[in-house]
């Protein structure tokens, strides 16, 4: 009989290596995560800085069509008027002149972030992003990216 009530004191709680055990489980699953969590804010950042040069350009396109013989590319300032909300960081970015028919759009603040860099990288062909103003210029990485705007 003895020997039943020793078992059953024994069978109440977890041992010290079931403990562990799940402690270094959660630790392998919570690095995990912070992986994956740093990714998807390069991915969100890089998605952001693209939205924002797509309405940079449609906004452009709205001011040339009010003035159709402009030579030189609008100001960011602007095409404020021309965007749906005006508190856009427009001052992150700036206009680049080339020519009449090449107007320009890059930011301002230089992309330190390789994890930000790769991920425009990756949607170079779809965005139509530059490393400078030409088109022969196709956007590898680097601190500044531009997008045609006219």
Known sequence: MR????RAMRNKGFTLVE???VIIIIGILAGAMLLVM???TDSA???????DLRSLKSAALLY??????QETAPTTEELKK???????VVADFETVTVSADSWWVANKKPITSTG???KLKDRQKEAGLYKGPSESQIYDGGEYVYMRMR
Do not use: F
């Open 45 to 51: 950042e890089a998605t952001k800085i693209v939205s």
């Open 82 to 88: 021309y965007m749906d909300k005006e508190e856009t």
């Open 116 to 118: 930000i860099q790769g």
């Open 19 to 21: 403990l562990l055990i």
């Open 38 to 40: 740093g990714s998807g």
């Open 64 to 69: 040339y069509g009010d003035h159709p013989k």
């Open 3 to 6: 020997s039943n009530q020793v």
